[in-house]
């Protein structure tokens, strides 16, 4: 599952998939908060709702956008304070949680770490062989993230599993 945080709206994309198949749309939307709402509502509005979303989905893992500086300081504090909601869920479910930045997802899904929302959403469309990308883009970030995830979280994981034996090992040799 992927999580594109934001207060207003908040990015979320189910997808299916293992390395050497190809992904497959399970469900995309977004979440939505009333910007005139108190803080504390709408954070309350968006941790009820993931929760809705991992119930029906079961993930087995969440990817969430790593919040980066912005210009607008407000917009940023927003943006992580809902990205701290979803690693409150995936923790309560005993989720891992991976956070990737923006331009990894990009590059990614596009090739390029400076692509815009119009290309993410097309290369989701191809990518998951849909008749359009889904809406609105803050969904397709969603999705972008969570194939971002499948594509490199698996890849990283063998990683860090290998380099987990090896320790283990190394630790067996020297006692």
């Keep these: 599952m992927g999580v594109d945080p934001g207060l207003t709206r908040c ?3 189910v997808v299916d998939g293992a390395p050497g198949r190809p992904p497959v749309l399970v469900e995309a939307g ?10 504390p509502l709408r954070l309350l509005a968006i ?5 809705q979303w991992v ?11 790593r919040v980066f500086s912005q210009h607008n300081t407000m917009t940023v504090i927003g943006t992580a304070q809902a990205a701290g909601v979803t690693m409150l ?14 331009s990894e ?3 990614a899904i596009t090739g390029s770490g400076r692509a815009d929302k119009a290309q993410i959403g097309l290369m989701v469309t191809r990518v ?7 809406k609105p883009a803050d969904a397709a970030d969603a999705v972008a993230l969570a194939i971002c995830h499948l594509w490199r979280g698996a890849g990283q994981a063998r990683v860090a599993a290998a ?13």
């Design 11 to 13: 990015g979320v994309g």
């Design 30 to 39: 977004v979440i939505r908060t009333p910007a005139d709402a108190d803080l």
């Design 47 to 51: 941790e009820t709702e993931l929760e």
């Design 55 to 65: 119930a029906r989905h079961r993930p087995e893992v969440i990817a969430v956008e």
């Design 89 to 102: 869920v995936a923790a309560r479910h005993k989720l891992p949680v991976h956070q990737h930045t923006p």
């Design 105 to 107: 997802v990009k590059a």
């Design 128 to 134: 998951l062989k849909l008749a359009e990308a889904p």
């Design 163 to 175: 380099l987990d034996q090896a320790r283990r090992l190394q630790g067996r040799r020297g006692a």
